[in-house]
């Protein structure tokens, strides 16, 4: 599987590279966001709608969604099951 995680519009990420999916709206997010962006370190996946989501990524860039955290959450959990079906699938063709 590629690890890709869909986060709207046609926009994906790398999910092996996820740390946290948080919600914007806090104080310690935006000040998050506001160092990141003075730093040249943000990514804005928005397509110009509101940032609902905050993506922290490993290499310390921070990605913004205009996607909820849950349903970002959501998509992450569905592509988690689908790689551990395919490699299910794939213990058993080699078992066979």
């Known amino acids: ?17 996820l740390v946290a999916v948080i919600n914007p709206d806090s104080a310690p997010a935006k000040r998050l966001i506001q160092n990141a962006r003075d ?3 943000v990514i804005d996946a928005t397509q110009g709608r509101r940032t609902r989501a905050v993506l922290v990524m490993d290499d310390d860039h921070i990605i913004l969604s205009a996607l909820q955290p849950e349903t970002l959450g959501n998509r992450y959990k569905g592509r988690e099951s689908v790689n551990q079906e395919a490699e299910e699938a794939a213990e058993a063709v080699v078992s066979d």
């Open 39 to 41: 730093d040249g370190r």
């Open 1 to 17: 599987m590629s690890g890709l995680l869909n986060i709207g519009f046609g926009n994906m990420v790398n999910s092996r590279k």
